[in-house]
């Protein structure tokens, strides 16, 4: 069967569970969990599988699902990838009013797409077809936005990452597949944009210790904590000319604890902060002069400071071969004015450690609208945030796997990785041990 008409059978079974994948979509979206906690859509992935008799297993990095589908020929494996969690967003109307969930990034509509491809594979039975492998998951996790629960997992073995697809590329979970293929919603005049890169970071906890003392009777006998902080957060901004403007470096803290009353000089002061950047070096640069400005205002006030440093994201990297399949698929269905290119995103994903492994693909479908991580966003396109995306992911991977998978197998050979799994792991362990 040649692989135009592939993709048209492959478009057809999309459409025939277009309202299916819609109610998908609008369904996780009035359910929104955080990370790690996505019990009850891990449970929804869990029941499409079973109902399209798809084996899989559960509770993959607590509540991680992965799923597999076998082509003709094994040659090689494609993982496609939907995102679990939201994030906490109280002002949303859909938000969970006990936690604060809510889905202001659009991950809901890489679920609902997600299972709306494997719904077409199923039906039309087109991996026999093509030689190779289609593995679905459904990953914890991405936001990685409450530090203090993450530590308690991470102390307590549950987790070896604080995000979902760091915590399986360390699972082990990633080592037999080839090819990564996911999509985020977007919100701008282009239904579709492709290629582009991303911000890394990584973390900050920051804490400065001085001494109390009656702030009003005997300021002098204590060690003013805040001031220690004050004055780190003044010298990190005394560095912000040092950084080059093609590094993207942003860093952003934010001081969660400045003291216990009024009236005491502070002695417990606390800061959690992120620093971004568009290569791994100059974030290891950036935060090496982050972290002296921090020890410097210790000093000046006579205070201590301890930095702990935590994984945050890698820059992600683009797949040119991959984006191209994508942008070709997306430029026939929609139009050559419909699809743009991504540029640089100083914003950060965990899709950027995975892209550092094997060839990845991250491109924007629209039909949303209003600002992404805000009670703003809403889906006012269905049929082009969740349906369109199941067509698009399955026509590149009918271009991956026919014909032998010959240009699967392309990309493959052609992608030169920044790290192995050993070299990547390492590298975040010599940052944590710093």
Not at 158 to 182: P, R, S, V, W
Not at 270 to 281: L, N
Request: charged share 25%.
């Amino acid at each position: 069967m040649s692989p135009e008409k592939m993709k048209e059978l492959l478009c057809k079974a999309v459409d025939k569970r277009a309202e299916e994948i819609k109610a998908i979509g609008r369904d996780i979206f009035a359910h929104p969990e955080l990370g790690y906690r996505e019990h009850r859509t891990s449970e929804l992935v869990q029941k499409n599988f079973a109902n399209l008799g798809i084996p899989y297993r559960a509770g993959i990095s607590i509540t991680g699902v992965r799923g597999e589908l076998k082509g003709r020929a094994s040659s090689v494996r494609v993982a496609v990838l939907g995102e679990l969690d939201g994030l906490i967003c109280p002002q949303h109307p859909y938000a969970d009013p006990n936690t604060g969930a809510a889905h202001a990034c659009g991950h809901n509509a890489q679920i609902a797409a997600m299972l709306g491809l494997a719904m077409a594979l199923v039906e039309t039975g087109l991996l026999s077809e093509l030689n190779g492998d289609v593995v679905f998951m459904a990953v914890p996790a991405e936001e990685a936005i409450e530090a203090e629960y993450e530590r308690k997992l991470l102390e307590e073995g549950k987790i070896k990452f604080a995000t979902g697809k760091q915590d399986f590329i360390a699972l082990g979970e990633f080592d037999d597949i080839d090819l990564a293929l996911m999509f985020h919603s977007g919100g701008d005049e282009k239904k579709v944009k492709v290629g582009g890169t991303h911000n890394g970071n990584i973390k900050k906890f920051v804490q400065y210790r001085g001494r109390e003392a009656h702030a009003g009777g005997k300021p002098h006998e204590g060690i003013n904590a805040l001031n220690a902080a004050l004055m780190g957060l003044l010298g990190i901004h005394a560095q912000r000319e040092t950084f080059r403007d093609e590094d993207y470096i942003r860093i952003h803290p934010i001081i969660i604890k400045g003291g216990d009353a009024v009236n005491i000089v502070p002695s417990d002061v606390r800061i959690d902060m992120q620093v971004r950047g568009a290569s791994f070096q100059a974030i290891l640069d950036a935060s090496r002069k982050v972290d002296r400005a921090l020890e410097a205002g210790a000093m000046a006030i006579g205070a201590e400071v301890e930095i702990t440093n935590s994984p945050g994201y890698m820059p992600r990297v683009d797949c040119p071969p991959l984006s191209n399949l994508f942008r070709d698929n997306a430029v026939a269905l929609l139009g050559e004015d419909a699809v743009g290119e991504t540029g640089h995103r100083p914003s950060s994903t965990d899709a950027g450690d995975l892209s550092q492994l094997i060839p990845t693909i991250h491109p924007y479908v629209n039909g949303a609208e209003g600002s992404f991580h805000s009670s703003e966003l809403t889906f006012v396109d269905e049929d082009l945030a969740y349906v369109m995306p199941a067509k698009l992911l399955g026509m590149t991977l009918i271009d991956l796997l026919c014909e032998g998978a010959k240009k699967a197998l392309a990309c493959k050979a052609s992608y030169k990785p920044a790290f192995t799994k050993d070299s990547y792991l390492a590298a975040w362990e010599e940052l944590v041990a710093k």
